[in-house]
């Protein structure tokens, strides 16, 4: 059974620092590129970002550069964002994305707010 288990997240001051995990099983996790996407209220759903099995990122969007890390540990079947530096405009659901085989994470609720 393919799971992909979200933890992590929820509410940090502007500024502040996030920590999104990402825990695979039921698939091979080390062969396949992993994603993070967001959706904030209202509006379409944004690829953050995407790391390669071997660790090279594909993309941070735009708004993210500079603050957001993305990184896996392939032995652990774990995804990781680290959101440092966050903006109110990063409030969103978030989601942990094989896109290929489209598994989805539950997804993990983040509110950046004073």
């Known amino acids: 059974q393919v799971r992909l288990v979200q933890s992590g997240g929820g509410l940090a001051l502007p500024g502040g620092s996030l920590t999104l995990n990402c825990a695979a099983s039921g698939f091979s996790f080390r062969s396949y590129t992993m994603y993070w996407a967001r959706q904030a209220p209202g509006k379409k759903l944004e690829w953050v970002s995407g790391i390669r099995p071997d660790g090279q990122v594909t993309h941070y969007v735009d708004s993210v550069k500079g603050r957001f890390t993305v990184s896996r540990d392939n032995p652990e079947n774990m995804l990781y964002l680290q959101m440092d530096n966050v903006r109110p405009e990063d409030t969103a659901l978030y989601y942990c994305?094989?896109?290929?085989?489209?598994?989805w994470g539950q997804g993990t609720q983040v509110t950046v707010s004073s």
């Open positions: 994305v094989q896109r290929t085989l489209d598994y």
